[in-house]
């Protein structure tokens, strides 16, 4: 077996040997050290394309041309440095848990990879030497076919790990007094975690935080929201901050479930009117609230902050079939694959079930150059109360600081008309 092992030469060896470690960090990324409340089945698929791609490049691997050889040996440590940079961060911040040593050993076998995919073509080069033109061509095919799969699968794919394996970051103590820890259910039974400042008015406000972030994110809007006497409830999503589940990063996938037990949460509060509840969403959290507002008429109103798109089909909705599609038709593809979770409905389709609950779209225009067109289609779509607020020197999500007094302005009194003076 030895003999055998060692007659695959050190370039075949090299490469089986570290795919074989990323392998292992896939099998205990999806059911050894999964998150907390994330079932066995919900990161099988990740686990079963990750195996079939695996062994299926080893086992071709030494029947390749040197140049595909160091192709396949980059594309694979790429994706392995992107999913292991992850865990070292999560390491630094918060200490090792679940899957992150073999995470490390995933970002050390990404590394033996690309390596070896430099190496390749030096080791190689001048073997089965053809004429010079001939040379000169083969390396102009390379570089444009090698930058296409770069564009259109590696980059994306590994853009797609990173947003749906974001390290959880530890929650620090409440901003003040005011601020009460409470746990809840989201629908499907995954324990939330978040803060809760009681209502003085008898209305409430959720604020659903961004893609990357937890309930930390939106604590500036809810200590404008608390000042004004509403009651605010701050929580991490699923797989955020100190909720269980598995994250699913900047499309949400999922997160109607969190909100839906946040909304429940509220409802059951003494301090809390039934028909006073309305959400206040930023970034992610915006598309999910337009989400749940057109699903469940619990929500009074939605100020959506930021919304852009969750899925390859609102990105069709703005764009067409552009240069830029298979881009991110693959970063959807894949994070559909990683996160185990899947998109709804378009947004721009949803917008139009919203009403009768008043709708406040705010879309900045510096940081994200599709967010203010996608918000004039959403605004398009979507049927009275509802009103654009287009803000094209604000950083994203940023109008509560770089807008302070017009934001509080225009936010409390659209919660006041829609929670407080209608009743």
Known sequence: MTARILGWGWETLVFRGAVAIALV????????????????TQHALAAA?????????????????????????????????????????????????????????????GVVLAALGVAIPFVHRGERAASLRRRWAHRLVAVVVGFLVLYALVYPTSLAIVVTHKYREPIAAPPSGAHQDVTFESTDGLELSGWYVPSENGAAVVVV???????????????????????????????????????????????????????????GRQDVDPDRIGGLGLSTGAMILIEVAAERKELKAVVAEGATARSFADYRNLAGIDVAAP????????????????????LEDLVGRVSPT??????????????????RIYAEAARE????????????????????????????????DALLDAR
């Open 327 to 346: 881009y991110w038709w693959m970063l959807y593809a894949a994070a559909r694959v990683f996160s185990g979770s899947s998109p709804g409905e378009p």
């Open 25 to 40: 960090h896939a099998v205990d990324d999806a059911f050894l050290g999964r998150q907390p409340g994330v079932p066995a």
């Open 385 to 416: 109360p509802v009103e654009l607020w287009d803000l094209p020197d604000v950083g994203h999500t940023a109008a509560v600081r770089e807008r302070a007094e017009e934001y509080e302005r225009r936010v409390i009194a659209f919660f006041e």
């Open 358 to 375: 008043p709708l406040l779209l705010i879309a900045s225009g510096r940081g994200i150059a599709q967010e203010r067109d996608l918000n």
């Open 49 to 109: 394309v990750a195996l079939v791609g695996g062994v299926a490049a080893a086992v071709a691997f030494p029947r390749l041309r040197p140049g595909l050889r160091s192709g396949i040996a980059l594309a694979f440590g790429v994706l392995a440095i992107a999913n292991g940079v992850l865990h070292v961060v999560h390491i630094t911040k918060d200490g090792a848990a679940h899957s992150d040593l073999t995470g490390v050993l995933a970002l050390a076998a």
């Open 209 to 267: 935080h961004g893609g990357g972030g937890d309930r930390t994110g939106g604590v500036e809007h809810a200590e404008l929201l608390a000042r004004h006497g509403f009651g605010v409830l701050l929580y991490d999503a699923r797989g955020r901050g100190d909720s269980e589940g598995s994250p699913t990063g900047a499309p949400g996938w999922g997160w109607t479930k969190d909100t839906e037990g946040a909304l429940a949460f509220l409802a």
